[in-house]
């Protein structure tokens, strides 16, 4: 989100999670902008910071900002990244493991033990998510099923109202991700097209 309005229509849907980017690109907030959006949320929501930085100290003092209940690591996080994280932060730290090919990589098991949940998304370039670019979601299937274990997955990376019901019933993650699926422009949400994908989601039509 980088619109306050946006956060607070996000929550009246029906939203679990709303989030605020404070890592490189077009939707990028400062922690100050980050903590007046997602207070705009409400307290009914958790609140997602997602960075492009595995540094502890950066992240600490951007949550003494923004009071965030997640941490999403998006810049290649290892085991021993996350570890480090969760000694400064006391809420959930969420590790991206963003996917090139058809695959997770085979290395990414002790990553899924030591995260409180995986976000699988696109690895495009230097771009860290917010692409637009669907995931093979067959192929993860299989991977998942050999690396999941009790560890919950979120499923982010061209998801749309278009397509998040397939990407559901073939997985089926525990949480999905959706940013430019609802945009009408970078960082813009687009009323209609949220309400949409929650429905497909779902199964729920909101107001």
Not at 76 to 86: G, I, N, Q, S, Y
Not at 99 to 115: R, S
Not at 152 to 173: D, E, F, H, K, R
């Amino acid at each position: 989100m980088t619109r306050p309005e946006d956060a607070a229509l996000a929550a009246e849907i029906g939203a679990r999670y709303v989030g605020v980017i404070f890592a490189d690109g077009p939707r990028r907030v400062s922690p100050q902008q980050g903590r007046r959006i997602l207070d705009a949320a409400g307290k009914g929501v958790k609140r997602v910071g997602v960075f492009g930085t595995n540094d502890p100290a950066e992240i600490e003092r951007a949550n003494e900002e923004a009071n965030l209940d997640i941490v999403q690591l998006h810049a290649d996080p290892t085991v021993a990244d996350v570890a480090a994280v969760k000694t400064r932060f006391r809420g959930e730290v969420w590790a991206a493991i963003r996917i090139a090919g058809t695959h997770i990589p085979a290395d990414a098991e002790l990553l899924f033990d030591k995260a409180d949940a995986i976000l699988l998304d696109a690895r495009i370039g230097t771009r860290l998510g917010g692409t637009g670019h669907a995931l093979p979601w067959s192929e993860l299937a299989v991977d998942l099923a050999r690396d999941r274990g009790g560890c919950a997955v979120v499923l982010a990376g061209g998801l749309s109202p278009y397509n998040v019901v397939s990407a559901i019933s073939t997985l089926p993650p525990d949480v999905v991700d959706v940013s430019s699926g609802v945009e009408s422009a970078p960082g813009i949400k687009d009323p209609w097209l949220m309400r949409e994908f929650y429905a497909a989601a779902t199964g729920i039509h909101p107001r």
